[in-house]
Antibody, heavy 119, light 113 residues
Framework: EVQLAQSGAEVKKPGESLKISCKGS????????IGWVRQMPGKGLEWMGI???????RYNPSFQGQVTISADKSITTAYLQWSSLKASDTAMYYC?????????????WGQGTLVTVSS | DIVVTQSPDSLAVSLGERATINCKSS????????????LGWYQQKPGQPPKLLIY???NRESGVPDRFSGSGSGTDFTLTISSLQAEDVAVYYC?????????FGQGTRVEIK
């Protein structure tokens, strides 16, 4: 069974750094893209970026330079990282597996990681 | 970037009745190389991650009830729920994944009348 298990909810202060994770299982991790999607409170879905293997990374220009997407294929885990959080980063973040229909069409989703940034 | 716009923003439908959601992209998402429209539909219930319902505009994902259907090509697409059930209350998103960055529509909230 394909699963994407995300790390738990985080509460951080502005200016702090954060790295959240998404562990894939039940499939060959290196054969699929993994993307990250932001959902701000009460809002819609925003595609942040995507990674294939542990090196081929593509960002939505809206998020380029704001976050870093990485992966460690040895432990089948993808990451989303901030170096300096802002209150506006408060959101639910989902990881999603790119499907065979298109690498940005997500067929399996993680349960989400809620990030709260507040002073 | 391709902009994706859904209509309406919300709709209320009686149980057993048809629900129709429209999605329009600012550019064609039809690939000339394989004649497929790179347009998907997702369902998001409260407190849950989105779920892929439809891919390539009209193909149902495995396990999705056949009351859900997708149609359209090029720039204009429709998601139809033929007979609304209580468990279909959700927000529905279309997404173009033809070009980067992929873009979601703003969502359509479906409720029971």
């Amino acid at each position: 069974e394909v699963q994407l298990a995300q790390s738990g909810a985080e509460v951080k202060k502005p200016g702090e750094s954060l790295k959240i994770s998404c562990k894939g299982s039940g499939y060959k991790f290196t054969s699929y893209w993994i993307g990250w999607v932001r959902q701000m409170p009460g809002k819609g879905l925003e595609w942040m970026g995507i990674i294939y293997g542990d090196s081929d990374t593509r960002y939505n220009p809206s998020f380029q330079g704001q976050v870093t997407i990485s992966a460690d294929k040895s432990i089948t885990t993808a990451y989303l990282q901030w170096s300096s959080l802002k209150a506006s980063d408060t959101a639910m973040y989902y990881c999603v597996r790119g499907s065979e229909y298109g690498h940005s069409a997500g067929d399996y989703w993680g349960q989400g990681t809620l990030v709260t940034v507040s002073s | 970037d391709i902009v994706v716009t859904q209509s309406p923003d919300s709709l209320a439908v009686s149980l057993g009745e048809r629900a129709t959601i429209n999605c329009k992209s600012s550019q064609s998402v039809l690939s000339s190389s394989n004649n497929k429209d790179y347009l998907g539909w997702y369902q998001q219930k409260p407190g849950q991650p989105p779920k892929l319902l439809i891919y390539w505009a009209s193909n149902r994902e495995s396990g999705v009830p056949d009351r859900f259907s997708g149609s359209g090509s090029g720039t204009d697409f429709t998601l139809t729920i033929s007979s609304l059930q209580a468990e279909d209350v959700a927000v529905y998103y279309c997404q173009q994944y033809y070009t980067s960055p992929p873009e979601f529509g703003q969502g359509t909230r479906v409720e029971i009348k």
